[in-house]
């Protein structure tokens, strides 16, 4: 069975950067331009093909 007794570890804990939570502050401006992107290409190849 575990032990409860705390863990250390010798010197500071480190914790790696989450490449998410960089990014999430973003997303209410990155979907609707990309999403606008995605519409007009789609027209474009839609009149095209026509």
Request: no cysteine.
């Amino acid at each position: 069975m575990s032990s409860p007794e705390v863990r250390h570890s010798h010197g500071e804990a480190t914790q790696s950067e989450d490449t998410v939570e960089n990014i999430v502050h973003a997303m209410p401006i990155v979907l609707p331009v990309a999403g606008g992107v995605l519409m007009f290409l789609l027209a474009f190849i839609a009149i095209y093909m026509a």
